[in-house]
C-alpha cells in the first residue's frame, strides 16, 4: 500500500483522511492567544472577549472558474484563497484571528501538489498572524476547490459596514486599481502563445507588478492600524474583490445614498496605463471591472479629510450625494455617466 | 436576458452570483440574540459573551463521493449538509448558533433545484435554532458542493474534548447504530433495480427507519441538556460520523488509553438486525465501520453510572482501560479482537 515507484508523486490514497490532514498541517503552530484548541478535535474552541465582537466570512475558490492551474502555482493559490478572506475580514475594519480550510481534490493530484497549496496557506497564515484551526480534506471527482472561512475580531460596537455612508461624505481608496485584471490578461496571453510555442521565453518583466497582483495579492492589513492613528472612522467600507464600480453601487444600495465618482481621481498604475494601451483596453473600465484588486473603499465625513489629505496609501475618489442623484462618474470630459455593477460575476463566466 | 420558456426552470445565469444569494436566503430569519449582523456585509458580527467560548468546525460534501443525486432529494441534502456540522457542535458539549453555506453549483441545476437545496438548509436551521450568516454561491465546471462551517457557544472551561477519557471510564453511546449504512445499502439496491426496471415500486417500508437514518439524520440536540440535567459531565466525548470503531480509536489515541469494546451491549435495531440478515451483512461489522450515525460517543466516570443507568437515550458499551492494553472489541463468545478504524474513508471511495 505504500509503495512509490515515483517517491515525488505520493497518491493521495496513501495518506487517508485523518492522515493527509495532520501530515499537511503539522507544521502550523498556533500563535493567537484566543486559540483555546485548533486542529484535531471535533471542533476548535476560541475564547471570547468581553470587549470585542467577532466576525465570520467565507469563499469558496473553484478550478476552472476562480482560477486555472496552468499559470497558477499551487503555493500561490493557496495564499491567495486565504488573502481574499482576510481582505473580507479588512473590510469590517477586523483582525483576522483564525481560518478554517477545507479542500476537494482529485487524485490526479498527489500528495506533493497538496503540500504546494498548504504551504502558501501556511506562509499567508504566518504573515497574517491567523492561526489555522479546522479544515476538512476530501476526494472531488474532478478538480480542485478550496473553502476558507475567516474569523476575526473588532473593538464592540467598531465594526463598519457598508450601509453607514452619509450625504456629502467622501469616498477613498486604498491603493491603485485594475493591475490584477491586467495581469490575468498577460498570463492568458503568455498562455496563447506557449500553446502554439512551447519553446517561448515569456518576457513578464514589463508586467511584474500586474502578474504579481493577479498571482499574490495582499491584503490592506495596514489600513485598519493607519486609520486609528489617524483618527478616523470610516463610516462604511467595503473590499473591492468584483471591482469598484460593483463595490461603490453596495454602499450606495446599503446605505441608501448616491455617489459621483471622478473619473480623473481613480488611481491607476503606470504598468495598469501602459499595458492597457498595449491590449487597446480603456482603462477606467478596467479599474472599474476588472476586480481582484483587494484593496478597501471607504466612506469618511468630510471633517476628517485634513486627516486623510496627501496620504499616499489613501486616494478620495468621489462624494457621496443623495439617492434621488444616483450613482454616476464623472468623466474626464465632464459627462456624467450613470455607473452599473459590471464587475466580475462568476457565475457568468460559465459556458 | 430574462426570457423563458419553461417557467419552472429558470436558469443560474439569469438571477447572477448577487441575485442568487439574496433570492435563496429572503426567508432566513435571524434568532440568535449573538447575531449582530447576518448575511449582506463582508463579513457577519456575532456578540461575544464573557462567560462562553466559541467552538467553530467544518465540513465540506461533494457529489459522487458523499452524496448521490439519483436518489437524495435536494431538500435532504440541505438538511444533511446542516447535521453533519451541528453534530460536530454537540460533540464539543456546545450549542450550535450560527451557520455559513457555500455552495458551487453547475448550470445543469435550475434555480429551482437550489431553492430545494436551501429549504432543507432553512429547515434545519429553524429546527436546530441556528442562523445563517454568510455563505457563497458560485459555479462549478461539474457536480454540486456544499461547504458548510457551524459556530457554536458552550460555557467557559465546559468544553468536553477528545482527550479526557480516564482509565476505568465507561464508554457510553446515544441511540444505535448501523442504520444509516444500512439505509445506503437499501436505496442503492433500489437504484439497480429501478436501472433493469424503470416501472418497479419499490416498497420501502420496512425499512423506513433506516433509509430516514440515512437521508434524514438528525444531530443528538437532547443530549447536552439531558447530561446537564443528569448532572453528567462527560470526560471525553466524539461524535459518530465514520463508524464507532474509528471514533473509539480517535478518543483512545488522543486519551492515551485503551479500551474493551463488548459486542453484545452495542444497541442494533431490530431493522438493522433483520437487513443485515437479509444483505448477508454481520450487524457488528456495520456498526463498528458504516458511519453517519450522527449520534455521540463519550466517556464518563464509574462515580456517574447509576446517574446514567436504565436511560433509554443511553447504553454502556464499554470501559476505558490502561494504554498498553490496546483497543479491543470483546466478542459475543469472549474473544478478543484488537479494533482497527475501518471507517468509511471518503479519499478510498474514488476510482
Ligand atoms: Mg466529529
Ligand atoms: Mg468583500
Redesign the interface.
Known amino acids: 500500500m505504500f509503495e512509490n515507484k515515483d517517491s515525488s508523486h505520493t497518491s ?2 496513501n ?4 492522515g ?1 490532514i495532520d501530515h499537511l498541517t503539522k507544521n502550523f503552530k498556533i500563535k493567537q492567544k484566543s486559540t ?2 485548533g486542529i ?11 470587549k ?9 475558490l ?5 482560477f486555472d492551474l496552468s499559470y497558477v502555482p499551487l503555493k500561490h493559490l493557496g495564499y491567495k484563497a486565504v488573502i481574499v478572506n482576510l481582505s ?2 479588512y ?2 475594519n ?1 483582525e483576522p484571528t ?1 481560518i ?1 480550510v ?3 481534490v ?2 490526479r493530484f498527489p500528495v506533493e501538489a497538496l503540500e504546494e497549496l498548504y504551504a502558501g496557506i501556511q506562509a499567508a497564515a504566518q504573515l497574517y498572524n491567523v492561526d489555522v ?11 480542485l ?1 478550496i ?1 476558507i ?4 475580531t ?1 473593538k ?1 460596537g467598531a ?1 463598519v ?3 453607514g455612508a452619509k450625504e456629502n461624505d467622501l469616498l477613498v481608496v486604498t491603493g491603485d486599481l485594475g493591475a490584477a485584471y491586467m495581469g490575468l490578461q498577460v498570463l492568458e496571453r503568455e498562455k496563447e502563445v506557449f500553446k502554439v510555442n512551447p519553446n517561448s521565453q515569456p518576457d513578464l518583466e514589463p508586467y511584474s507588478y500586474l502578474v504579481e497582483r493577479q498571482l499574490k495579492p495582499e491584503a490592506r492589513k495596514d489600513i485598519t492600524n493607519l486609520l486609528k492613528e489617524l483618527e478616523v472612522r470610516p463610516t462604511a ?3 473591492i474583490s468584483d471591482g469598484l464600480s460593483s463595490e461603490i453601487i453596495h454602499i450606495c444600495k ?1 446605505s441608501e445614498v448616491g455617489c459621483n465618482l471622478y473619473e480623473d481621481k481613480i488611481p491607476l498604475d503606470p504598468q495598469v496605463i501602459a499595458t492597457c494601451e498595449e491590449f487597446n483596453l480603456d482603462s477606467t473600465t478596467i479599474a472599474l471591472s476588472g476586480g481582484e484588486d483587494y484593496e478597501l473603499l471607504f466612506t469618511i465625513s468630510t471633517e476628517d479629510f485634513p486627516k486623510i489629505k496627501g496620504n499616499p496609501h489613501l486616494t478620495v475618489i468621489g462624494h457621496i450625494t443623495d439617492e434621488k442623484e444616483g450613482v454616476h462618474l464623472i468623466s474626464r470630459a465632464g459627462t456624467k455617466i450613470p455607473l452599473i ?1 459590471r464587475g466580475w ?6 459556458e
Chains 1, 2 share one sequence.
Open positions: 493521495i490514497e495518506l487517508g483522511e485523518f493527509l483555546v484548541k484535531g478535535d471535533d471542533a476548535a474552541v476560541i475564547a471570547c472577549d468581553p470585542e465582537e467577532l466576525v465570520i466570512t467565507t469563499d469558496l473553484v478550478e476552472g472558474v476562480h473580507d475580514v473590510a469590517m477586523a483564525q478554517t477545507s479542500v476537494a482529485s487524485n484551526v479546522g479544515g476538512d480534506t476530501t476526494s472531488s471527482t474532478t478538480g476547490l473553502s472561512t475567516a474569523l476575526g473588532v464592540k465594526a459596514y457598508r450601509s467600507m467595503i473590499d446599503n455593477a460575476n462568476a457565475l457568468k463566466n460559465e
